[in-house]
């Protein structure tokens, strides 16, 4: 059996139909549907059985799950970088990973959980997986804190040479839908230019990047899901290891990609950024893939301009939000 955490929800439902591609169905799906609609994610998927994640807990700690387990995806986390209540964070996204951390080592199963690039802050520490450079991270927000937390104690307690951490980058593609205003940036100006023909980005406020050429390493969930299971495939690898394309590209490059799968004229609309988050704003995030090359991975990421062609036009041009990855 195959246990995804956050089963229902962007990455772990896609991970989901990627094994069910391989032709695994044994697949016990965790996660708190609560009530928006990700439950919808479910419908086109195999699997064996759904538990909701406190239940789940239960199960773990009073050790009803029966074996064999071959590996557990821990996807599950809030992931919204706008959530103010610190205390959820630690419970939810650190001490729950702890725990299914500690009970997978001890019975001897994969263990592959979502770490975040969010750890990195605002970027002026690089960009570099190295175990060892943890210690100079400084995460903006208390969701990548969360996340920084639990990599340095799983090096501290000497995991991260049995365990996998994956620091996603910024994931787009189908099955994001209900994810409300944490969706990527690629539906909202789908549903921009369907509403007003243009897309509103936020002007520059560093002399050195000109409005719009703000940059970041966007990677399609497909490339996500196959880097993840890449990691399932290879059970002798262990660690940290960033997941993007290693390749920045500006939001006006992922604008006009969607005009262009639209086939629509590019209309872009410079705004200023709120004072809010002006202090914070990322101005540029790559993903250092050397070590995920070194391991063995050797697929070229889609194109952002393929990626976006195939989420438009085959999934949001076609309301299909939730169709098979």
Known sequence: MII?????????????????SRGITDILVVDQLGTNEKWKNLK??????????????????????????????HLGACSSTTETDASYFIKNNYEYTKLLAQWSTASNIRFIYASSAATYGDGSAGFNDDEEKLDS????NCYGYSKQLFDLWARRAGLLKKIVGLKYFNVFGPNEYHKADMRSFVVKSFEQINAAAMVRL???????????????????????VDMTLFFLDNPQLAGLFNIGTGKARTWNDLVKAVFAAMEKSVNIEYIDMPNSIRNQYQYYTCA????????????????LEAA????VQNYLQKDNYLGKI
């Open 4 to 20: 995804v955490t956050g089963g229902a929800g962007f990455i772990g439902s896609a991970l989901i139909a990627a094994l069910n």
């Open 44 to 73: 086109n998927l195999s699997f064996a059985d759904y538990v909701e994640k406190d239940d789940f807990l239960e199960m773990v700690l009073d050790n009803k799950l029966c074996p064999p387990i071959e590996a557990l995806f």
């Open 137 to 140: 991270l400084k995460p903006q």
């Open 202 to 224: 936020f002007k520059s406020h560093k002399p050195e990047y000109k409005d719009g050429e703000q940059l970041r390493d966007f990677i399609y969930v497909r490339d996500v």
């Open 288 to 303: 250092e893939i050397a070590k995920l090359r070194n391991a063995g991975y050797d697929k070229e990421p889609t194109s």
């Open 308 to 311: 976006i062609k195939d989420y």
